[in-house]
């Protein structure tokens, strides 16, 4: 039988947690974990595609090297991004080989994860870009805020501690090195791509790219990202088993599996917020819209079974 | 006519260099040099995978992590060159992109430039380890030095700007992504690997896999890279467009093509330092003892006329 493929997409707080320190220790305690779970995955023979976010590393860096302002002027935004993937590529890659090894379990293939640094094109005419909506970097006190918006033209939101810078967040029009993506998951390979929703870049007149500040929702990049491969299955990784209406309320009730109608219907009666599981949804309909078989949102714990189609939520055509 | 496969190796202050502030601009700037001369080759009909050195940017990284850590304790090693890696393929990657389509000569690809994020393995009893000889990261005051040697064992060194941190520079076994970097290779895309010597890692009796603190070579990195994805030539491009006996003494005497046996013995003679073309030349030997057809040292600029045996120092079996 040959393995269903798999692209398995999940938060950068998957690495790092509200509570941690941003300390190695715990970064690397919180990867081993997650690769765990991505074996249980590719044991259960599944082909799969790692996508994942950058938001709590790319936070980091993007304060370091404002901590750091004057020994070098701080690194724009794609470039930090680009540090970002780098950095939780690498410990995906080797966690997962090691676990890998440790079940005896790399197949044909003695090393089989490889990162690919991805780019993802978005449209430079994209309204996001006049409406940023994203909060990112550093905590600035008002003051420094108001002088950030005055000197940088940088639009800042008040958060609980403190001021944040506001960033676009456009929409995934291609995956540049989606071709490359395709060709090594077709052979086999267990890639990591797309990190953070890609590096966003901006295509110029003349064909040429140029790397934006923005960040692209991961979701929807990975629901792109999973048609470009021939996918199967977009499983979504979160904290919760599965999805449901009136999260949080007494008449709380769990979805197991939802057609995109009924995904579309209860999106559109505000059952799923903007900031969590409202992007999870949307690039759940687009995938199985586009044509994919099924995507399935579930937590880490619950992945292996929720492929098996004995948890989660499953969102599928009809 | 099948391209000439070539593995193309510079170190890491042909983009950001010495005079440089690390400020962005300036590396930006390096880095379209840098991506103009590889278009230049790749323009002349070769097939090229491109390795980079990383120095310069890891140390800026190390150096913003110490002056970081009230906020987050540093990142070890091979973290901070996994994000140094992550940074430098970005640019290369999107400056070489960016010069392919004004020419038009992007072929039959849209987008054919890409990095794999590289670990290189290196032996755990490498004599090396008990050797540290390489400077790297922030400068330290005499006092902080003989702290950093008491608490963390660490080996310093006097330079001129002050007291570094050697850390051991073993040699490269094996390529851990070399299959996947030679699949892509083969099927015509332009790969970026192996940065910085690739990412140092240990294997562990039960197969798994961890990251060190050392700098594998890089210029022997690309030699082993060389000959996992069959390249015909090794390019190594240096300050000087042709190598030198007598370096910067009045009987200097510039090399065009020299034989193995040749290059052995001006090596023995002591005619390349140990910490600039020593490591470039025996990087060449490994090459082509192993099978390569040939390799050249250059200049950036004269890189695609050394290719057509119009200059440089070519290294040849016989």
Redesign the interface.
Known sequence: MIPKKVVVAFGGNALQQSGD?????SQFRNAKETCKRLVDIIQGRYSILITHGNGPQIG??M???E??KD???P??M??CG??????I???I??YT??YL??QKRCYS???PV????T?TLVDADDPAFSNPTKPIGPYYTRQQAEAMEKEKGWKMVEQKDGYRRLVPSPAPVDI??G??IR??FA?G?IIIACGGGG?P?IQRK??????IEGVVDKDHTAAMLARIVNADILLILTAVEKVSLNFGKPDETVLDTITVEQAKQYQAEGHFPAGSMGPKIAAAIRFVEEGGEKAIITSFKCALKALQGKTGTTITAS
């Open positions: 320190k941003g300390d190695i220790e980091e860096i304060l370091k090297d901590y750091s020994l070098f002027s690194m724009p794609d470039v680009a540090e970002s993937r780098g950095m590529g690498y410990m890659q080797r080989v090691n090894k440790q293939m003695n090393f490889i990162t690919i640094l780019q540049i090195e071709p490359a060709t090594l052979e390979w590096i870049v003349d064909g040429t790219l140029y790397g």
